[in-house]
Every structure is written in C-alpha cells, then in structure tokens.
C-alpha cells in the first residue's frame, strides 16, 4: 500500500507521478500530428496547383476548338487586311502630294529589309502622283466597310469564348466600332511614342514600360467594349494580361520572322510577295490573338463553356451557354 497512491490524490498528480506519464507524450503527440496536418495541406495545394497547370492547356484547347478558333483566325486575317491595306495607303495619300511616301521607308527601317526587298515595299506603299482626291474618298469607304466587318468577327470571337450570347443592335455596333478603333490608335501611338522615347534616351528600360502599361490599359477597356460591359472589369484582368504578354510576343517574333519572310518572297513574286508575306504575319498575329482570347476567358472562368463555333448559338452538349464573365473571378 506504501508504494501506491493515496486516497483522494488529484488525478493529474498521480499522473505525472506515474513514470514516462501519458501526460508528458500529450503535447508531442498533438505536435506531431499539427506539423503532419500541416504538411499534408501543403502537399495537397501543390498538388492542385500542378494539376490546374497541367489541365490549363488542355482546357484552353477544348475551347479553342469548340468555337473553331482557326476558322475565326483566318477569318480574322483576311479581315485586317482588307482594312489595314487601305489604311497605310490612305495615310500615305495624306502624307505627300509627290506619291513619295515615309511609310514604306519606315517599314524597310523598321524590318531591316535591303535590295529588292525594300524597293518592293517602298512600291507598295507608294501611289501615283495626284491621285490624292477621289481615291482618298474610296479608300475611306473601304475601311469604314472592313473595319466594320473586323470588328463584328472580333466580337463575335470574343462572345463565344466568354458563353455569352450574341448581343447585336446599334449599342453593340458602335461598341465594337469603337474597340477596334482604340486598338488601331493603340497601335499607332505605341509605334510613334516608342520611338520617340528609344531616340531621345537610348535606353530601352523605359519604352518598354510604357508599352506594357498602355498595351495593359487599351486591352483591358477594348475588352470591356467588345462585351458589351456584360464581364466584369475585375474578371477582365486576368485577360488583359494575356492579351498585353501575348502583344510583347508577337512583336519581338515579328521582328526575327518578318525581315525573313519579306525578303525571301519579294525575291520571289516582287511586290505580290511582299502582300504575301502581310497576309501570313497577320494570320500569324490573328491566331495569337484567338489563343489570347481564348486563355483569357478560361482564367477569368475555368471550367466554364464557350459557345459552339459554327453557329453561336449553343453550347457542345445543348442548352444555354452560362454568362461565365459575369461574376468576378477569384
């Protein structure tokens, strides 16, 4: 009886009076099975982290074909140059009254083109001296007609992407009007401010700011044009991103693919291979551009449908499209 407990001892002095007591493993244990816990959520969230990577492009893909994102591209394609064509030589009209022109010697600086090469491209984007009047006016027409068309296949690109249903009418005319315009002035003003800034500080650190945050901002309000306001400006961020990276892509590939291209077919077929070689970049550029659509509504909303390419009208398996941009993304 000596050598066990007394009557009425607390029971959690009997406890750590017990040797090797169960209340001194308590608190490792629980710490033991924290720091496993812990570790097993770690584990858990890269885990998913990897497989959303993983899955990401396939999911992009499944989309690209639904809406028949090819199609769209060379569509795309033809549309640009039908209006950028009549763009440059518009402006080059406006330029000199002589037929001679900076745009072309522009372009022969800018991709770095020699021989034959430039003489074609300096041919294109010349015309004959006092063709100024009448043929301004036609040109005019042309562009206001193709910019119309580009920007309703723009659109239309971006509705089906997103599952959001067609929205037409004289709002959703000028909305999509006006986002081609600020993408063209975008374009415009990023080439001139550029330029400007790499020749007065020759130092390439801040041109390329400047491109990223103007590129950022106009993708983002050209988004939310062409949607019609029907995605939130939140869920339109991630999609900007896309578009303003996939933008600084393209242009560092023009630089290295276009000297190539433009020289090997003016070489060729003259000035018939420099459009040639117009129409393969903005296939190139119109296909990016599709692919940029399309990974940024899959990040804005995973998992979420797009619309059938074909006609528009619904989803692969049936049914309504959800508006998939309305709620913000996470």
């Not at 291979?273 to 296939?283: E, H, M, Q």
Request: hydrophobic content about 50%; overall charge positive; proline content about 5%.
């Amino acid at each position: 009886m000596g050598g066990g407990p007394r009557r009425g001892e607390p029971q959690d002095r009997r406890a750590d009076a017990a040797p090797g007591g169960e209340r001194g493993r308590a608190p490792t244990a629980l710490a033991e099975h924290g720091a496993t816990t812990r570790v097993g959520r770690a584990v858990r969230a890269a885990a998913g982290w990897a497989t959303r990577v993983l899955v990401f492009p396939l999911r992009c893909l499944r989309r690209f074909l639904l809406i028949d994102g090819k199609t769209r591209a060379v569509a795309l394609a033809g549309q640009v140059f039908i209006a950028i064509i009549p763009l440059l030589l518009l402006v080059a009209s406006i330029g000199s009254s002589t037929g001679e022109t900076r745009l072309g010697d522009g372009m022969v600086e800018r991709f770095h083109l020699s021989g034959t090469a430039a003489t074609s491209v300096r041919t294109l984007f010349s015309y004959p001296p006092g063709t100024v009047g009448a043929f301004s006016v036609f040109e005019v027409v042309v562009l206001l007609l193709s910019l119309t068309s580009m920007s309703r296949t723009l659109q239309a690109t971006y509705e089906d992407a997103w599952g959001l249903t067609p929205h037409r009418g004289l709002s959703a005319a000028l909305r999509g009007l006006s986002g081609s315009g600020l993408l063209i002035a975008q374009l415009i003003l990023l080439a001139l401010i550029v330029s400007g800034l790499e020749h007065l500080l020759h130092n390439p650190v801040l041109p390329f700011v400047v491109r990223l945050v103007v590129s950022f901002l106009s993708w983002w309000v050209l988004q939310h044009l062409l949607l019609t306001g029907r995605v939130s400006w939140r869920a339109l961020v991630p999609a900007a991103l896309v578009a303003t990276v996939g933008q600084l892509l393209c242009s560092a590939a023009s630089s290295v693919y276009m000297p190539h291209i433009i020289s090997v077919d003016a070489s060729r077929y003259g000035i018939i291979g420099v459009t040639l070689a117009l129409l393969s970049w903005l296939i190139f550029v119109s296909l990016a551009v599709v692919i940029g659509i399309v990974a940024g509504a899959e990040l804005a909303a995973p998992g979420g449908e797009a619309r059938g390419g074909a006609t528009g009208r619904h989803r692969a398996g049936g049914g309504q499209s959800p508006r998939a941009g309305d709620e913000p993304a996470a």
